[in-house]
């Protein structure tokens, strides 16, 4: 099995569903946000007021990197701007299958409102994020899944496809 790296906006369900999707297949769980604030000893609305978010891509680039690189497969659920990153697009293509789990941009606003996630401030700029990114998050994915249904449904549609791939790879 390849890595799977979950791809998709703020609030679309990386981090649950991956925990679900990992479990069901056997393999390690990494949330890419929290190795890249245990890496920097900071959480991740602290690297943006220290650091910035230039200094947080760069870092999550070289953290994401290191993880697909390492020893072992296993289930990553990627930062909301991860695919910013053409490096980081590159090596996902090389070495793991990208899911896109697809959110209603609303959806996702009511998901992350209220929380420290410091670009989930502004409503109108979140929303207006969310449509710059799509693109970029349907050009990386081999696979889409609307995440919009139940954690465990999503994550059923998404092992089910791995398992498929996977087999299909071994032949």
Same mark, same amino acid.
């Given at each position: 099995? *390849? &890595?799977?790296?979950? +791809?998709?906006?703020?609030?679309?369900?990386? +981090?649950?569903?991956?925990?679900?999707?990992?479990?069901? !297949? =056997?393999?390690?769980?990494?949330?890419?946000?929290?190795?890249?604030?245990?890496?920097?000893?900071? +959480?991740?609305?602290?690297? $943006? @007021?220290?650091?910035?978010?230039? &200094? $947080? *891509?760069?870092?999550?680039? =070289?953290?994401?990197?290191?993880? !697909?690189?390492? @020893?072992?497969?296993?289930?990553?659920?990627?930062?909301?701007?991860?695919?910013? +990153?053409?490096?980081?697009? #590159?090596?996902?293509?090389?070495?793991?299958?990208?899911? &896109? %789990?697809?959110? =209603?941009?609303?959806? #996702?606003?009511?998901?992350?409102?209220?929380?420290?996630?410091?670009?989930?401030?502004?409503?109108?700029? $979140? %929303?207006? *994020?969310?449509?710059? *990114?799509?693109?970029?998050?349907?050009?990386?994915?081999?696979?889409?899944?609307?995440? @919009?249904?139940?954690?465990?449904?999503?994550?059923?549609?998404?092992?089910?496809?791995?398992? #498929?791939? =996977?087999?299909?790879?071994?032949?």
């Amino acid at each position: 099995m *390849r &890595w799977v790296a979950l +791809s998709g906006y703020m609030g679309a369900g990386k +981090s649950v569903v991956g925990r679900r999707v990992a479990a069901r !297949l =056997d393999v390690p769980f990494i949330g890419s946000d929290r190795a890249v604030g245990e890496h920097a000893g900071m +959480s991740i609305p602290e690297i $943006f @007021d220290k650091r910035g978010e230039v &200094w $947080f *891509r760069r870092t999550e680039e =070289d953290v994401i990197r290191g993880i !697909l690189q390492g @020893d072992g497969r296993g289930v990553m659920a990627l930062g909301g701007g991860a695919l910013l +990153s053409q490096r980081t697009r #590159a090596l996902l293509g090389r070495m793991a299958w990208t899911v &896109w %789990l697809r959110v =209603d941009p609303e959806v #996702a606003w009511d998901r992350v409102e209220g929380s420290d996630r410091p670009l989930a401030v502004d409503r109108r700029r $979140f %929303l207006s *994020r969310a449509a710059q *990114r799509e693109p970029v998050y349907a050009e990386s994915a081999d696979l889409e899944v609307a995440s @919009d249904d139940p954690a465990d449904e999503v994550a059923g549609r998404v092992v089910a496809w791995v398992q #498929a791939r =996977d087999a299909a790879d071994s032949e």
